[in-house]
């Protein structure tokens, strides 16, 4: 099992208004996103990060602002029920739109946008249903062949704030090399990744199921021990950190006990 992400820090190089928090989480989503989707050069990372920037406010918003009556009735989007317009408005970072739209995700992500089309404003669902939006409307390509104003013109159907798309992609080729996906879990050792996938397992079948009351004991127990392990491996690792000189820039050590943390914490 791997964490994927982005750097934080780049992405708010590109967006400064970001909260850090943030910029962590959408870091996350995008990480997620970017390596589901071979979002994995240079290239292809700097002008994504501009145009979802751009389609999203600066990465201030998963759900378009206006109410989405506009789209009320509009055949071409598969918008064929009444209130489909509102129901199905923009959401996702790259906005989006349309019943169509949200039939097509729902199939490809085995998630209930339909149904449930809000769940495309949360994170990572909002990046990884852009990233398979991205795919499905052959992305990359334009990237690899440094089109930019085709990469717009697929994604807006116009030139539309084509300055803004410009100048954000500026910014993102300045710190290209940190946009593209790595593994945060790469830091760690083999026993703690063991523990950490062991949490992460238990915690998705207790979810699955709807909780810890609906699965079998064996489930929390094994949660509880994983959880119990990497709250020492903390402790361990924080005394020897602070026992030696420049203790914490050794072994990776501060993200480490970052990773256990919010693990043990979640």
Same mark, same amino acid.
């Given at each position: 099992? %791997?964490?994927?992400?982005?750097?934080?820090?780049?992405?708010?190089?590109?967006?400064?208004?970001?909260?850090?928090?943030?910029?962590?989480?959408?870091?996350?989503?995008?990480?997620?996103?970017?390596?589901?989707?071979?979002?994995?050069?240079?290239?292809?990372?700097?002008?994504?990060?501009?145009?979802?920037?751009?389609?999203?406010? #600066?990465?201030?918003?998963?759900?378009? +602002? @206006?109410?989405? *009556?506009?789209? *009320?009735?509009?055949? $071409?989007?598969?918008?064929?029920?009444?209130?489909?317009?509102?129901? +199905?408005?923009?959401?996702?970072?790259?906005?989006?739109?349309?019943?169509?739209?949200?039939?097509?995700?729902?199939?490809?992500?085995?998630?209930?946008?339909?149904?449930?089309?809000?769940?495309?404003?949360? %994170?990572?669902?909002?990046?990884?249903?852009?990233?398979?939006?991205?795919? $499905?409307?052959?992305? #990359? =390509? +334009?990237?690899?062949?440094?089109?930019?104003?085709?990469?717009?013109?697929?994604?807006?159907?116009?030139?539309?704030? /084509? $300055?803004?798309?410009?100048?954000? /992609?500026?910014? =993102?080729?300045?710190? @290209?090399?940190? !946009?593209?996906?790595?593994?945060?879990?790469?830091? !760690?050792?083999?026993? *703690?990744? *063991?523990?950490?996938?062991? !949490?992460?397992?238990?915690?998705?079948?207790?979810?699955?199921?709807?909780?810890?009351?609906?699965?079998?004991?064996?489930? /929390?127990?094994?949660?509880?021990?994983?959880? @119990?392990?990497?709250?020492?491996?903390?402790?361990?690792?924080?005394? !020897?950190?602070?026992?030696?000189?420049?203790?914490?820039?050794?072994? &990776?050590?501060?993200?480490?006990?970052?990773?256990?943390?919010?693990?043990?914490? &979640?």
């Amino acid at each position: 099992m %791997s964490e994927w992400t982005i750097s934080p820090d780049a992405l708010k190089h590109v967006c400064p208004n970001l909260r850090h928090d943030d910029a962590v989480v959408i870091a996350r989503g995008l990480g997620e996103a970017f390596r589901r989707y071979d979002i994995t050069t240079k290239a292809r990372a700097a002008m994504a990060i501009a145009q979802w920037a751009h389609e999203s406010a #600066n990465f201030s918003t998963r759900e378009e +602002f @206006a109410s989405g *009556e506009q789209y *009320e009735g509009r055949r $071409d989007l598969g918008n064929t029920q009444p209130g489909d317009g509102k129901r +199905f408005k923009g959401r996702g970072r790259i906005q989006i739109t349309g019943r169509t739209n949200y039939m097509a995700i729902a199939k490809a992500l085995s998630i209930d946008c339909v149904k449930q089309p809000t769940i495309l404003a949360t %994170s990572p669902h909002s990046e990884i249903a852009s990233g398979q939006w991205w795919q $499905d409307h052959a992305c #990359n =390509a +334009f990237c690899d062949r440094d089109d930019f104003i085709g990469l717009t013109k697929r994604i807006n159907g116009g030139l539309n704030g /084509l $300055d803004d798309r410009q100048r954000l /992609l500026a910014r =993102a080729r300045n710190v @290209a090399g940190d !946009l593209v996906p790595r593994d945060r879990w790469a830091v !760690l050792s083999d026993v *703690e990744r *063991e523990q950490l996938e062991i !949490l992460a397992t238990e915690r998705k079948i207790a979810e699955r199921n709807g909780g810890w009351d609906k699965v079998d004991p064996s489930h /929390l127990s094994l949660a509880r021990k994983a959880k @119990a392990w990497l709250k020492e491996r903390v402790v361990a690792i924080t005394k !020897l950190a602070e026992a030696e000189p420049n203790g914490w820039v050794k072994g &990776g050590r501060r993200t480490r006990v970052a990773i256990m943390t919010q693990a043990v914490q &979640g």
